[in-house]
């Protein structure tokens, strides 16, 4: 197995078709990539419920405070 020094680690992100630029420095160069690690800028389902269903939430309260204000409101212009 090769060693490979930490500092010889690189990050990059792929494009949209999952394609990497590495560089001119590579041009014209035999290249040997390892996928370490995949993350995805993209939340997971679970994360994505769990935001809605605050958001609702959020909603559902704001809506019920606009709608005491809005009577106060009313009622405050019918004096």
Partial sequence: MTKVD???LRTN???DRGRIYL???YANK??????????SDHPDE????????EASESAE??????DEAS?????GLDE
């Fill in 71 to 75: 009577d106060e409101a009313w009622s």
């Fill in 6 to 8: 930490a500092r010889d």
């Fill in 13 to 15: 992100e792929t494009d």
């Fill in 30 to 39: 035999r290249v040997t990539v390892a996928v370490v690690e995949v993350e």
């Fill in 46 to 53: 679970d994360e994505l419920a769990a935001a809605y269903r």
């Fill in 61 to 66: 309260e704001l809506a019920d405070e606009w």
């Fill in 23 to 25: 560089g001119t420095e």
